[in-house]
C-alpha cells in the first residue's frame, strides 16, 4: 500500500509533533516535574501517534474504496482490519 501525498505529509506533521512532545516528557522526568504533569503529555503523544496510525489505515481504505487495480499491492479487507484494530 502506498500513501498518497497528502497522507504522507500529514501523518509526518503528526508524528514529528509527537516526537518533540516525547522529548519534551523526557526533559520532564530529568528535571523532575509532577507526575500529573508527565502523565497528561504522555496521553497526549499517544493520541499523536494514534491519529498518526488512523491516518495511514484511513489512507489504505480510501484506496482500496477507489478499486485502484494499478495498485499491485493494495491490501484486502481482512489486512486493513487487523490494521486498524492494532491501533485500538
Not at 516526537?19 to 528535571?31: A, F, N
Not at 500529573?36 to 495511514?56: E, N, P, W, Y
Not at 485502484?68 to 491490501?75: F, I, K, L, P, Y
Not at 481482512?78 to 484494530?85: A, G, I, P, R, V
Amino acid at each position: 500500500m502506498k500513501m498518497q501525498e497528502d497522507a504522507v505529509t500529514a501523518v509526518l506533521n503528526r508524528l514529528r509533533r509527537a516526537q518533540g512532545q516525547l522529548t519534551g516528557i523526557i526533559t520532564m522526568i530529568e528535571d523532575g516535574r509532577d507526575c500529573a504533569d508527565v502523565v497528561t503529555q504522555l496521553a497526549a503523544v499517544s493520541r499523536a501517534l494514534d491519529r498518526a496510525g488512523f491516518k495511514i489505515v484511513a489512507s489504505g481504505m480510501r484506496q482500496c474504496l477507489k478499486g485502484d487495480e494499478a495498485e499491485s499491492s493494495s491490501m484486502t479487507e481482512e489486512e486493513l482490519e487487523k490494521l486498524f484494530l492494532a491501533l485500538a
